[in-house]
């Protein structure tokens, strides 16, 4: 679950019984009542309306002028006294399934290779994994070197193109033009390469390695 900001941050009050019967039968309408004290008046009202900060400074400048004039002594805390405050929470966004997907994995693969690390030592036919071996190693970095060669290449025929080929198909251009025209070309294949190259990377890195999977909880 991700947290965001919290917009409103409005304290709300849910009035008691005691506190509606009060305003109900005591408070009038006028036009400084504000409106949540007036909701309070309407039955049909009442159980949807909360009270804010200014509701209730307001209520108690009320009730201050109420007990001058009135032999009944009625004060803001009792009212209040069994009410609930809302305070304001921030919403909660679920998480993307897709990521929760990958993280799940990732963990099986990583808790997987520490088990592996963990138990080589007791079975001495899992000592010595595919991917500890030298030949392996060569293997996964040749893998990375033609993915990087490849890359250059791409780039170096992209500029190529933009610099000798398109004045071949179309006739004599301006060096500069031609040059402006390869540099934009290459960037362009850059970028391309540049994104499936951290992907190949990447899964390079995260897959599982071959010849430990269904055999490293089997003993």
């Not at 032999?71 to 921030?90: G, I, N, S």
Request: charged share 25%; with cysteine; aromatic share 10%.
């Amino acid at each position: 679950m991700f947290v965001e900001p919290i917009k409103d941050h409005t304290v709300k009050i849910k009035p008691t019984t005691r506190l509606i019967e009060f305003v109900a039968k005591q408070v009038k309408k006028k036009n400084e009542v504000p409106e949540n004290i007036i909701a309070l008046k309407s039955y049909g009202k009442r159980q949807e309306t909360f009270l804010t900060l200014k509701d209730v400074k307001w209520l108690n400048s009320y009730l201050e002028k109420y007990r001058e004039s009135s032999d009944e002594k009625v004060y803001l805390h009792e009212l209040l006294e069994t009410a609930d405050v809302c305070l304001p929470t921030p919403p909660v966004k679920p998480k993307n399934p897709e990521l929760v997907a990958r993280l799940i994995k990732l963990q099986a693969q990583q808790n997987a290779r520490d088990y592996a690390s963990m138990t080589k030592g007791v079975n001495p036919y899992k000592k010595i994994f595919p991917e500890d071996s030298i030949a392996a190693q060569i293997k996964e970095m040749n893998k990375q070197l033609i993915a990087v060669a490849q890359f250059v290449l791409s780039v170096m025929a992209g500029f190529a193109f933009g610099f000798i080929g398109v004045e071949l198909i179309v006739g004599d251009l301006d060096f500069g033009f031609r040059l402006l025209l390869g540099i934009m070309i290459s960037l362009i294949i850059a970028l391309a390469e540049i994104y499936f190259l951290a992907k190949k990377l990447s899964e390079d890195v995260y897959d599982y390695p071959e010849g430990t999977s269904g055999k490293v909880h089997q003993d």
